[in-house]
Structure formats: structure tokens, C-alpha cells
């Protein structure tokens, strides 16, 4: 495998979970300050360097990776109830 190959997987993958722990809640009002902070400090650097890296693929596999961020939300939310 090529280097910007496994960057980009890592990239997508702190995407990935970085949009996972701004969106979960917890209830519990100091452990989601603190995940949320977690799921900023993740989100945000691999945001740009999809973006500047890898141009149109990293805003394709940006926007399909908080989908698919967003579809396991609402699937273990209904899966708890």
C-alpha cells in the first residue's frame, strides 16, 4: 500500500469517530463536554487534510464517512430504546 493510501484510510477513520463522539450523548453533562471536546480535537485536523490533500476523493469519502457517522447514531439509538 502506498503512504497517502494508509493516511487517507487514517484520515477517514479519525473522521469516522470524531463525528461519532460529537454526536453521541450520554446524559451525563461532564462526560459529553468531554467527548464532544474529544470528537472536535479528531474532526477537525483530519477535515482539512481531506480537503487539502486529497481534494475531491476526501470530500466525497468526507461527506460518505458522517454519513455513515450518522446512520450508526440513529441505529444504536433505536437499537437501545
Given at each position: 500500500?502506498?503512504?497517502?493510501?494508509?493516511?487517507?484510510?487514517?484520515f477517514?477513520?479519525?473522521?469516522?469517530?470524531?463525528?461519532?463522539?460529537?454526536?453521541?450523548?450520554?446524559?451525563?453533562?461532564?462526560?459529553?463536554?468531554?467527548?464532544?471536546?474529544?470528537?472536535?480535537?479528531?474532526?477537525?485536523?483530519?477535515?482539512?487534510?481531506?480537503?487539502?490533500?486529497?481534494?475531491?476523493?476526501?470530500?466525497?469519502?468526507?461527506?460518505?464517512?458522517?454519513?455513515?457517522?450518522?446512520?450508526?447514531?440513529?441505529?444504536?439509538?433505536k437499537?437501545?430504546?
Open positions: 500500500m502506498e503512504t497517502k493510501t494508509v493516511l487517507l484510510l487514517f477517514v477513520l479519525f473522521n469516522i469517530s470524531g463525528a461519532i463522539l460529537i454526536l453521541i450523548r450520554t446524559g451525563d453533562y461532564d462526560a459529553d463536554l468531554f467527548t464532544k471536546i474529544l470528537g472536535w480535537l479528531l474532526y477537525i485536523p483530519s477535515l482539512f487534510s481531506l480537503f487539502y490533500y486529497y481534494n475531491w476523493m476526501g470530500l466525497f469519502l468526507f461527506v460518505l464517512a458522517n454519513f455513515a457517522a450518522f446512520i450508526g447514531k440513529v441505529y444504536f439509538e437499537k437501545g430504546d
